[in-house]
């Protein structure tokens, strides 16, 4: 319940305006992916509950912030004609990223717990790495 709610509120601050001001290119997504990187690394030496959930919360966050501004990249990129399939896509890959992140997950949590912290943020810092490459 807690990590929809922080996907929720990831979500809202995504869509609105503030996040696509911070974007300018590829500013803001760099800046929430590596946010999301360090996060997670964090996660792992965290030892109070409080600074745990803060953590997750951020991470959730940050995540859900960087797919609102990858969305509204995709629609700057394609033209008018392609953009909603290009959209469309897009939520399809992510979606099916979900599902076989998600087993991987917990699958890595239940034989090697500290793995899975590691592949998190190296999937955060890759994404980032992927940005800086195309430049999008």
């Keep these: 319940m807690l990590v ?6 990831g979500e809202c601050c995504g869509s609105s305006e503030t996040s696509r001001a911070c974007s300018n290119g590829v500013g803001g997504s760099v800046m929430f992916l590596v946010s999301a990187a360090v996060s997670c690394i964090v996660l ?18 940050f995540i859900a912030v960087s ?24 939520l399809m890959a992510g979606r099916t990223g979900v599902v076989g992140g998600s087993l991987m997950i917990g699958a890595l949590i239940d ?5 899975a912290f590691v592949v998190l943020s190296g999937v955060s810092l890759s994404e980032y790495y992927v940005l800086l490459v195309y430049r999008l």
């Excluded at 109070?48 to 966050?61: H, K, R, T």
């Excluded at 004609?81 to 469309?88: D, G, S, T, Y």
């Design 44 to 61: 792992y030496f965290a030892t109070s509950w409080y600074l745990v959930l803060l953590l997750a919360f951020f991470f959730v966050c």
């Design 67 to 90: 797919s609102s501004l990858l969305n509204s990249s995709v629609v700057d990129i394609f033209p008018t004609r392609l953009r909603a399939m290009a959209v469309c896509l897009t």
């Design 4 to 9: 929809g709610n922080c996907g929720s509120i």
């Design 111 to 115: 034989t090697h717990c500290s793995l």
